[in-house]
Structures are given as structure tokens and as C-alpha cells.
């Protein structure tokens, strides 16, 4: 089955710097990426979609400028989270599909900023 | 704007027992999923169901869909201690045009020996 690939699993950051979390479709053409956060014992919110080569699609209430997302490949997408802060630590979830096909799902990020 | 509201959020259950989790939604959408996550973990697809009437069945679990009253169930037969997890609904929000997963709260089962 397809698979979506997700990395790092966790990380630990101090307050002020910038991490990048990693999103690989490995078996299929993800021609479109979403990327999720969960806070502890809630769903999951939407915090962008992306189609790959265009510029990400924020939902509202997302800062575009701190959640920055690219997607330049029909492979890859990435979220960075610019200038953390611990109110952003949670836990991050990107999934991809090709086309209308179902979502496949990450494995997800467990983000700690200190 | 698309919301999908569960119900139960909390069930605490005991083995071998029947229950039945609801899931509502509030506009057209024709594809519903129904995911299962484990804590610290991500989401595993339990179901797909494209289509009113749709029914799918795997192991003491199986999913029904009612489009036309905006109702999906999830329902556990003879519930045993593996299956406690948090169980989500989704529906595919198509109003938009952009295909996005909109997730219910989640509905946390605890299933007791």
C-alpha cells in the first residue's frame, strides 16, 4: 500500500530557533499534501494544503509566515516552523494523496520547544 | 462550512459488549473515513465509504453509511481490550473544491476486561 513518510518522528528545540519537518510520498505522486497539528487529547486541525509547484493554501488562523510549507516536488513537502515557540509544540501530521484518491497518512512529528 | 460532530467523545466499555459510535456531518459529501489512532501515534485507516447505503465490515468493526441523513456509525461487536484507542471520523470537505479532510472530535474508547 501506499506509503507517506514522515521525519523527523520527534524533536526537542529551544525557543527562538527553526525546524523543519520532512513529508515523502514513497510509492505514489502526491500531487497534493496536507499538513495537520494535534494538540493533546483534540483532533486534528488543518493547517495548510499544498499542490505541488504552487504556493501552500493556509487555513484560518494559520500564520503563513511562521508555518512555512513547500512543496516542490511531486515526492516532497516540507513545514518549517520559523522562530518556535513553546505554545508550538504539538504534534504535526502530514498526509497525501494523488489526485482524489484517499489520504495516506504520516506517522507523524512530536514537536517540544523549551 | 463543513462541520462533523461525533458522539460519543468519551466511552468506557466493557469486554464483550456492543456499542455503537455516531458520527454527523453537515453538508453534502458522498466520502466519509473513519480512522483509529493509538496514543502517540498517527492515523490508521479503518474505512472508506464512498457511497450511500455503503456498508464495510473488518473484524468486530463495521461501518455504515447514510448520506442522505449525513450519518455515518462505527460499530463494535464484542468489544475486546485491543480496540481501546480514539476513533475519528472524516468527511471530505468537496464544497470547497479542495478536497480537504474536515475530522470530527474524536470519540475515546476504553474498553475494560
Known amino acids: 500500500g501506499a506509503v507517506v513518510s514522515q521525519h523527523p518522528s520527534w524533536v526537542i528545540c529551544k525557543s527562538g530557533t527553526s525546524v523543519k519537518i520532512e513529508c515523502r510520498s514513497l510509492?505514489?505522486?502526491?500531487?497534493?499534501m496536507f499538513w495537520y497539528r494535534q494538540f493533546p487529547k483534540q483532533s486534528l486541525m488543518l493547517m495548510a494544503t499544498s499542490n505541488e509547484g504552487s504556493k501552500a493554501t493556509y487555513e484560518q488562523g494559520v500564520e503563513k509566515d511562521k508555518f512555512l510549507i513547500n512543496h516542490a516536488s511531486l515526492t516532497l513537502s516540507t513545514l518549517t516552523v520559523t522562530s518556535a515557540h513553546p505554545e508550538d509544540s504539538s504534534f504535526y501530521i502530514c498526509s497525501a494523496r494523488e489526485g482524489s484518491s484517499p489520504l495516506h497518512f504520516g506517522n507523524g512529528t512530536r514537536l517540544t520547544v523549551t | 462550512e463543513l462541520k462533523v460532530e461525533q458522539n460519543p467523545l468519551f466511552l468506557s466499555m466493557q469486554e464483550g459488549k456492543n456499542y455503537t459510535i455516531y458520527c454527523n456531518y453537515s453538508?453534502?459529501?458522498?466520502?466519509l473515513y473513519w480512522y483509529r489512532q493509538d496514543p502517540g501515534k498517527s492515523l490508521e485507516s479503518l474505512f472508506v465509504?464512498?457511497?450511500?447505503?455503503a456498508v464495510k465490515q473488518e473484524g468486530r468493526l463495521m461501518a455504515s453509511l447514510d448520506t442522505k441523513a449525513r450519518l455515518s456509525t462505527l460499530h463494535i461487536t464484542a468489544a475486546v481490550h485491543d480496540l481501546s484507542a480514539t476513533y475519528f471520523c472524516?468527511?471530505?470537505?468537496?464544497?470547497?473544491?479542495?478536497?480537504?479532510?474536515?475530522f470530527g472530535q474524536g470519540t475515546r474508547l476504553t474498553i475494560n476486561p
Open positions: 510509492d505514489f505522486q502526491a500531487t497534493t
Open positions: 453538508t453534502t459529501s458522498d466520502r
Open positions: 472524516a468527511v471530505d470537505d468537496l464544497f470547497q473544491g479542495a478536497q480537504k479532510l474536515v
Open positions: 465509504l464512498l457511497s450511500n447505503g
